[in-house]
């Protein structure tokens, strides 16, 4: 059965330091999503592309986030500089189009101390 | 801007007594509704899409239902192994933004 994947499972990084997660959505899938979770809430969209475009970034701190999905396939998603309000759960999800069900990976726990 | 609003956060039932868990939303025309199960430390696990008020979707022990301002996730007789955070979420016309609830957790106590 088809998965999104990501890596790493977790992440433990000092503050102010660099870290950055990756993404594989399922093969033919359009549409990607990141979404950053903090415990006991619901999940929150940081950026949705639609192939390689960006089509929404509006919730994304632009200071210390990015994203790219070259070539339209797999995504990375960097923090520079980490904060300790990062910690969260970082998960992607894709979906064949913008219009259909996405499917999530198992997430990346980022802890920053 | 959407809103997605789950209740209650937290539910106990006894294994085999049935209850539903609450989505309201408001959008900006609604393109579809979905239903999540997320287990603690995964991924959300997709159980339902709703297109349409009135439209119904049955898997084992769950039943989701669609009107046009909320939608209802039905747990008949449900087991320990139900026990899981259930995520509403919505998708608009206008920026194909999917928005999600809070979330309601269901713990099933044998």
């Known amino acids: 059965e088809a998965e999104v994947a990501q890596s790493p499972r977790y992440k433990i990084t000092e503050k102010s330091q660099a870290v950055a997660f990756w993404c594989d959505p399922i093969?033919?899938?359009?549409?990607l999503y990141w979404y950053r979770q903090i415990l006991g809430q619901g999940p929150e969209l940081l950026v949705q592309?639609?192939?390689?475009?960006?089509?929404?970034d509006s919730q994304l701190p632009k200071d210390r986030f990015s994203a790219e999905r070259l070539k339209g396939v797999d995504s990375t998603l960097k923090i520079q500089p980490a904060e300790l309000g990062d910690s969260a759960m970082y998960l992607c999800?894709?979906?064949?189009?913008?219009?259909?069900?996405?499917?999530f990976g198992q997430g990346t726990r980022l802890t920053v101390v | 801007e959407d809103q997605v609003t789950q209740s209650p956060e937290a539910l106990r039932l006894q294994e085999g007594e049935s209850s539903s868990l609450n989505c309201s939303y408001t959008?900006?025309?609604?393109?579809?509704l979905f239903w999540y199960r997320q287990d603690p430390g995964k991924g959300p696990e997709f159980l339902f899409t709703?297109?349409?008020a009135g439209e119904e979707k049955e898997k084992e022990r769950l039943k989701a239902t669609l009107t046009k301002k909320e939608s209802f996730l039905h747990i008949t007789a449900p087991k320990p192994e139900d026990s899981a955070t259930y995520l509403c979420?919505?998708?608009?016309?206008?920026?194909?933004?999917?928005?999600f609830g809070g979330g309601t957790r269901l713990m099933v106590k044998p």
């Open positions: 709703l297109y349409s």
């Open positions: 093969s033919g899938h359009a549409t």
């Open positions: 959008v900006s025309g609604l393109r579809g």
């Open positions: 979420a919505v998708l608009n016309n206008a920026g194909n933004m999917l928005t």
């Open positions: 999800a894709s979906s064949f189009t913008e219009n259909t069900e996405a499917f």
């Open positions: 592309f639609q192939d390689e475009s960006v089509v929404d």
